[in-house]
């Protein structure tokens, strides 16, 4: 059969293997499957350690050899056993599961190459090919490498297979008893960097009590194997947990941790804890650049300010902004005076001011004439001479070529606005809040446009920026939410994690009925502190909302309780997952109790909760319950049952594969209940 080459991002593997004759595996301790080391520092440290030649594997998805050799030689016995004489990696380019670890921090196996993750075995093929490839890529690929770096084999474009396998039981080394067993002790457990012994530390935290993980947390400050997927667990436990992982972190970390000093940083309040991670962040960064780059994002001067007039008292507006005939107000006071005393640089600041003003609330309406309103904003602006109010006239050339969409134009009248100082002025509020939110909007452009330059740029200047504004109008009670989100963006970018989501609650209480501010809190919730400490800041953001508000603020809570019953099943937590849909389905209902107008919406969200925990109720015995939920959630809103939750379910498809289950155990009366709503 003939091979094409194939010149795409490549796999590899390398295994533990005995040669001729090949001892007996010891039971229980290896895998019925080539054992894949998890990067190639470990698959290296291993073959210094136990003297076997690296195997290094190449894969890709949809060319014949190489589904032959993924799906059919990798699971062949007499193979494994061959491959326990190598230590090895595999390289493939493909993605074969959505994510590398679940919620709770546990690793998500590649169901092509069981013992790796998908990031696993795409990120080690650039190291394999600067080292071993000879400047080709090629799949199916088996190459041999001996301790001392010969490459003993290299095959591929071969026109059987059986060349390769061949190549790989004539190569095989003899591994001694002691490599192919696990250690028991935890000692030995945090020294040793094969994938069995990895395995084997994770397995007992999982299954360990709280006494159990504390000792193997303790012991994994002092490894010397870079124990980060037990860590990765960790952070994610409970808080005793996280403290503990997070101070072996800032013992052992390397810049192959750094994603998980990220999230450790994200998850913690204490002082003491940021303090320790950010030193080692700092020890890092001397030779590592991206661990470099991080720190610096951190370490801004906390006591920076604005300059004046931007943090001074600020003015009373001379209008209301949500009000056209008061903004027209001012104008129609400001014509007459400058026709008379075309030098009256306040009367034009007033002017500019209110032009931008009239121009922002026809945006907001879809009016017409922004754009010639913003333009007259920025002539005008210019105009002006007076020395004092630079910072205002600057402000609003800023903010007015922002919205022209002149980025340049408006990041240069920033600096212009922030290096300016007014004395004692007091600035219009409403146009300090503006300028601000203009400030946020353009650091995040010009800290995009750096990283497109340059991707190891250093965004302090811009991150300072957007915090500082934040902060100011945070405390001024004048949030701008479009502009705000821009900000918090660029904090997130910039892996600021545990800060933007502060602002993101800032910003909620601000905004309590915003669709958009919500996803994103939600969001950083979810994906920094877990599903289930997102319904309880939920729920407290519910229990402290007016009554006025409580409808809205029950749709948002019964909204992230479904989010996280979703999540849950995702993880197989299925306790859990019964409670959040619980949890929204009361909440919907009361939801579409107290607020005729948002019923609909609630009604639908509440048809897929239904769903989601028929789901669960089923799986647990509780027929039942699972039938009464379907029929509940047609009779609340028949039109759902065709829309798809967030894990691409139907409550149809339920429903239809419920009634199936039941059929299928005897309970016909209840399968015929469900008929009427069967695809």
């Known amino acids: 059969m003939a091979m094409n080459a194939l010149p795409l991002l490549t796999t590899v593997l390398s ?83 959505e994510r590398d670890y679940d919620a709770l921090g546990n690793r998500v196996e590649c169901p092509r190459f069981p013992g790796c993750t998908c990031s696993e075995h795409i990120n080690i093929e650039p190291e394999l090919f600067a080292r071993y490839f000879n400047g080709n890529r090629n799949a199916p690929r088996h190459v041999g490498v001996s301790p001392d770096g010969k490459i003993l084999f290299d095959r591929f474009l071969d026109t059987s297979m059986q060349t390769a396998i061949d190549a790989i039981a004539k190569h095989r080394g003899r591994p001694k008893d002691k490599d192919l067993a696990v250690p028991t002790s935890v000692e030995q457990l945090f020294h040793r960097r094969d994938a069995a012994s990895r395995r084997a530390l994770e397995q007992r935290y999982r299954a360990g009590d709280p006494s159990t993980r504390t000792a193997l947390l303790s012991a994994a400050a002092k490894a010397d194997n870079e124990p ?28 192959d941790a750094l994603i998980d000093l990220e999230d450790a940083l994200a998850r913690t309040d204490d002082a003491a804890t940021t303090k320790s991670l950010l030193a080692r962040l700092l020890q890092l960064g001397k030779t590592d650049k991206a661990a470099a780059r991080l720190y610096s994002h951190f370490a801004w001067n906390d006591a920076a300010r604005l300059p004046p007039p931007w943090r001074s008292q600020w003015a009373a507006p001379a209008f209301d902004a949500t009000d056209r005939a008061s903004i027209e107000a001012v104008l129609d006071r400001a014509e007459p005076v400058l026709r008379q005393k075309p030098d009256d640089d306040a009367t034009r600041l007033a002017e500019a001011t209110s032009q931008a003003a009239l121009a922002s609330l026809l945006a907001r309406e879809g009016g017409k004439g922004v754009e010639l309103w913003f333009e007259d904003a920025q002539r005008n602006a210019a105009k002006i001479a007076t020395d004092a109010l630079q910072a205002e006239a600057k402000a609003v050339v800023a903010l007015a070529a922002w919205q022209r969409g002149d980025a340049d134009g408006s990041q240069k009248a920033v600096a212009l606005a922030l290096s300016t100082v007014n004395g004692d002025r007091q ?28 991707a190891e740029a250093n ?63 939600r969001n ?82 509440a048809v897929l909760s239904l769903a989601g925990r028929a789901t669960l109720r089923q799986a647990n015995g509780d027929s039942e319950g699972a039938v009464a939920d379907l029929l509940k959630a047609a009779e609340l809103r028949p039109a759902s049952l065709d829309e798809s939750d967030g894990l691409q379910r139907k409550p149809r498809a339920i429903a239809g594969r419920i009634a199936r289950e039941l059929t299928q155990q005897g309970k016909l009366e209840l399968a015929e209940q469900l008929k009427p709503i069967m695809p």
């Open 228 to 255: 980060f997927d037990l860590l990765r667990m960790a952070l994610r436990d409970t808080p005793q947990a996280f403290e503990l992982a997070a101070a072996a972190l800032a013992n052992v970390a390397t810049k």
């Open 524 to 605: 950083r919730l979810l994906i920094d502190l877990g599903a289930e400490v997102m319904r309880e800041h939920y729920a407290a953001f519910v229990a402290s909302a007016p009554a006025s508000d409580k409808a809205s603020a029950e749709w948002f809570g019964g909204y992230a309780a479904l989010v996280a019953g979703e999540q849950h099943t995702r993880d197989a937590r299925r306790d859990v997952a019964l409670s959040a849909y619980t949890e929204a389905i009361e909440r919907f209902a009361r939801c579409a109790a107290g607020n005729a107008d948002f019923a609909d919406s609630a009604n639908h969200f």
């Open 15 to 97: 295994c533990l293997a005995p040669q001729d004759p090949a001892p007996a595996a010891p039971a229980g301790n290896q895998p019925q499957h080539v054992e894949w080391q998890r990067s190639l520092a470990d698959a290296l440290a291993v073959q210094k350690a136990t003297g076997l030649p690296l195997l290094i594997a190449v894969n890709m998805d949809g060319e014949v050899f190489n589904e032959r050799f993924a799906n059919t030689t990798y699971k062949d016995p007499e193979f494994i056993t061959s491959t326990r004489g190598y230590v090895c990696v595999v390289a493939s380019p493909d993605r074969h599961t």
């Open 459 to 521: 965004l302090h200047p811009e991150i300072e920026r957007v915090e500082l504004a934040l902060r100011l109008l945070t405390e001024r009670k004048a949030l701008d939410e479009t502009a705000c989100l821009a900000g918090i963006g660029l904090l997130e970018y910039a892996q600021l994690r545990q800060r933007a989501r502060q602002h993101l609650r800032a910003l909620v209480a601000a905004f309590p009925a915003s669709p958009a501010v919500h996803e994103r809190w």
């Open 427 to 454: 600035p219009d509020a409403w146009l300090a809040a503006r300028f601000l939110g203009t400030v946020m909007q353009t650091a995040a452009a010009a800290a995009y446009g750096k990283v497109n330059a340059d």
